[in-house]
């Protein structure tokens, strides 16, 4: 199965790095970047096939994935249309709809949109996926392998609801780095030095998500079960609820999923 990247960022390139670590032949992976230091990186660091233009690599790959940044989507799927053939298409830009996408396309049915996020640098990524009515059973299989090479992947049957994946998983390690960042800042008031204060945010952070997706229980028993009556933990408990830090979450990341809302009206009107 020949896979084609148009774009070769940080993204792509953890996907390629995924997709080679589980087996993919390298000469099954090309990739379209405009930039020649970055086709050099790509060359150097995974061995694959590197193209400055479309019209060399997309004819006869089996998957393309659109890489490149929401503001670009509209030229790179204009200029890709009249080499696109039977491919499928596998859009990770945020904000950018499947119809939209069709329309500059030239009429393509055959797409998969997705909202990864930069934890696929590490392997640890989340993905939200949203296949087009024409896409087949084995068009989903090719794109939960592509996608579930990075992290976990979660199928939505509706593509509104990106907005919400863009939010929490997408957006989302941004809230975790904004928690550590005030652990790091509490520990350091508190007598800590930096170094001590960050290895003991990360480590809990890391721990505490680990404890998590290993347990069956609810976040809110786990929370319970370190919460003792008169503790130290509930007077902290006390404090963010005192403080509607919960609530305030969810306040943040309902006004990232309008924005979400908002770049996509934007980024396909005409």
């Not at 503790?231 to 963010?240: K, N, Q, S, V």
Request: with cysteine.
């Amino acid at each position: 199965m020949i896979i084609t990247f148009i774009g070769g960022g940080n993204m792509a390139a953890a996907l390629i790095g995924g997709l080679l670590q589980q087996g993919t032949a390298r000469g099954d992976i090309r990739v379209v970047e405009i930039s020649a230091e970055a086709r050099a990186r790509l060359e150097r660091d995974y061995a694959v096939a590197t193209f400055d233009g479309a019209a060399k690599a997309a004819p006869g790959s089996d998957v393309i994935v659109l890489a490149v940044k929401p503001q670009q989507m509209r030229a790179v799927a204009q200029a890709l249309a009249p080499v696109l053939g039977q491919a499928l298409v596998i859009t990770i830009a945020a904000g950018i709809r499947t119809a939209d996408l069709a329309r500059w396309l030239g009429g393509a049915r055959r797409i998969v949109r997705a909202m990864p996020n930069t934890p696929a640098l590490v392997r640890a990524g989340a993905a939200g996926l949203y296949a087009t009515p024409g896409t087949d059973a084995a068009d989903r299989e090719r794109a939960a392998a592509l996608l579930g090479a990075v992290g976990e992947t979660v199928w939505l049957e509706r593509e509104d609801l990106l907005d919400a994946v863009t939010a929490v998983s997408g957006s989302g390690p941004a809230y975790v780095f904004y928690f550590i960042e005030a652990l790091e800042a509490a520990g350091c008031e508190l007598g800590l030095t930096a170094a001590q204060a960050r290895a003991l945010a990360l480590e809990t952070f890391l721990g505490a998500s680990k404890l998590a997706h290993a347990s069956n229980d609810e976040p809110a028993v786990l929370r319970e079960r370190v919460t003792s009556r008169g503790g130290t933990t509930e007077r902290a408990i006390a404090g963010l609820e005192q403080d509607r830090v919960k609530a305030a979450i969810v306040r943040a990341v309902r006004a990232a999923a309008e924005r979400s809302r908002e770049l996509g009206d934007q980024l396909g009107a005409d």
